[in-house]
C-alpha cells in the first residue's frame, strides 16, 4: 500500500515540475505551411502570443534581452543542436515578430516555425 | 418507528485505487505533452541595417499586406511564385541567391512564412532588411 502511495507522490511532483515549464497557458493559433518537418532537437522554444507579447520558455521576456538569454541558454551547442522553436501567433505583424527572428539569428540559433499543415484544396469539380 | 441500517458484510474494495489513480495520472502527462512541433526550419543571417552593405546582385523583395514586390515591381501573389524562380534559376552562387526581404511594419505573420516558403523553395536564402531606430535630439 505505502509504494503505491509514494508512486503517487512522486507522479504529482513530476507533474508539478513539468507544469513550471509548460507553455499551454500562453494563446495562439499557428500559421498554416506545407512540407512541415519534426524539429531535430528542442533547446529553447519562442512564443509570441496573441497579445503580441514575447515568452522564452514559457516566461515574459523583453526582445531587446531575448538575444542575451538566448545566447546564456545555447551557451557553447555545437551546430545542428541550436534548434530554437519559433511558435508564433498567425496575426501578429512583422513589428513584433522579425525582432524576435533577428534576436535568434544574433544568438546563434536555429529556427524552427512551428506551423500547422494547409488544408488540402478541394478538388476541382 | 426505528429504521434499521443493513449491516454490509463487505466493504468497498479500494486495493485497486493506486492503480486507477496510476493510470489516470500517466494518461493526463501523455495528454498533456501532446504539442504541435512540426514546422519549418529556416536558416536566417544577421540582418542588413545598412543598405550599403548589400550586394548589388541580390534580389530585394518587398511585402506589405497585400502586395509583393520584386526589386520594386508589383507582382501579384499568384504571379510572384514563379517570377521568383526565374530570377533564382540565373543565379550560379548561393551568395547570388540571398533574398533581401523588407517587409512593413503591418504585415502578419502568416502572410511572411507563406512568402518566405515560396522564396526557399525557389531555391532562395532569405535575409530580413529592418529599419534602424535612430533618435534625434531636438534642442
Known amino acids: 500500500m505505502a509504494m503505491g502511495d509514494i508512486a503517487f507522490l512522486l507522479l504529482i511532483f513530476i507533474v508539478l515540475l513539468a507544469r513550471a515549464r509548460d507553455e499551454s497557458h500562453l494563446v495562439w493559433q499557428p500559421a498554416t505551411g506545407t512540407e512541415l518537418v519534426k524539429p531535430t532537437n528542442r533547446n529553447a522554444s519562442v512564443v509570441i502570443d496573441k497579445q503580441n507579447v514575447t515568452y522564452l520558455n514559457g516566461r515574459p521576456v523583453q526582445v531587446q534581452n531575448l538575444a542575451a538569454e538566448l545566447d546564456s541558454l545555447l551557451g557553447d551547442l555545437p551546430a545542428g543542436g541550436r534548434t530554437v522553436l519559433f511558435k508564433v501567433h498567425k496575426n501578429v505583424i512583422a ?24 488544408p488540402n484544396p478541394s478538388p476541382v469539380p | 418507528m426505528k429504521l434499521r441500517r443493513p449491516k454490509y458484510l463487505v466493504e468497498m474494495p479500494t486495493s485497486a485505487m493506486n492503480d486507477i489513480a496510476f493510470i489516470l495520472i500517466v494518461f493526463f502527462l501523455v495528454c498533456a505533452s501532446v504539442e504541435p512541433e512540426d514546422g519549418r ?94 533618435t534625434v535630439n531636438i534642442n
Open chain 1, 95 to 118: 513589428e513584433f515578430f522579425e525582432p524576435a527572428i533577428e534576436a535568434v539569428s544574433g544568438a546563434g540559433g536555429e529556427l524552427h516555425h512551428v506551423l500547422e499543415p494547409a
Open chain 2, 41 to 134: 526550419s529556416q536558416v536566417i543571417p544577421r540582418s542588413e541595417k545598412n543598405e550599403e552593405q548589400q550586394a548589388s546582385q541580390t534580389t530585394e523583395v518587398g511585402l506589405t499586406p497585400a502586395t509583393v514586390t520584386i526589386d520594386g515591381t508589383p507582382y501579384r501573389l499568384n504571379e510572384f511564385q514563379s517570377r521568383i524562380r526565374q530570377i533564382l534559376a540565373q543565379k550560379k552562387t548561393e551568395a547570388e541567391r540571398v533574398v533581401v526581404l523588407k517587409s512593413q511594419a503591418d504585415v502578419p505573420y502568416e502572410h511572411w512564412i507563406g512568402m518566405t516558403g515560396i522564396i526557399e523553395r525557389a531555391g532562395g536564402v532569405v535575409t530580413l532588411l529592418l529599419e534602424e531606430e535612430q
